[in-house]
Every structure is written in structure tokens, then in C-alpha cells.
């Protein structure tokens, strides 16, 4: 596995592995957008387990394609565990402050639309 990467190359693969997502309409992106940390963590588990196969005959994308998911892996979770029957995560604290924010921003729209209401 390569390990000294530039910056321009990585922001490809984590790119390239949301495109595919997206395409495969798993959404990576609506996920976090979300705070989906369960289906995330799943996607990317399942993603890990058929990586051998859909890249057998390309290695090399599939290396870049597994850099990319870890990127996305590390960035949000502390670990994913998948033991083939279920997926056991923890979210980041990058997730968790993400989660925190998107419930502040609906409780407060929620508010706001209370008021609203009241007028």
C-alpha cells in the first residue's frame, strides 16, 4: 500500500468513493449531511467486504478505492467492527459534534416554526 499520498490524489479517491456511492444511490454524502451514522457505518463495512471482488482484476483502484473508504472511515467513526452478522460502530467526535449541531438546528427551526404558528 503506498503510503505518501499528495493531497491532490487523496481528494480524488475521497471523491471518486462518494461519486460511486452516489451513483450505486447509497449516498455517502446524505448520510453525513444526515447524521445516518448507522447506515454509513454499514455501507462502508459492506463496501470493505466486496472491494476484493468488484476490483479483482484491478488492483490498483482497488487499493485507491480502500484508501479512500478508511479516509471516510476514520473521519467519522472511531471504529466500524463487522463480524458478518452485525456491524458494531462508534462515531467519531467529529460525528457526534455534527450530530449535535444538526439537532440544535432542528430544534431550533422547530421553534421558530412554533412562533410562527402562534402569530
Known sequence: MRKNLNFEQTVFEIKSYAERNAHSHSGIGRFIERCEWETLAKRIAYDKSTLPKVF?????????MRIAIGKCEHEWYDYIYD??????????????????ALMK??????EKLGAARKD
Request: charged share 45%.
Open 56 to 64: 479483482k482484476n484491478r488492483q490498483d483502484e482497488g487499493i485507491r
Open 105 to 110: 438546528r432542528m430544534k431550533d427551526k422547530a
Open 83 to 100: 463480524d458478518g452478522a452485525q456491524v458494531v460502530w462508534q462515531p467519531s467526535e467529529k460525528a457526534s459534534k455534527k450530530s449535535k
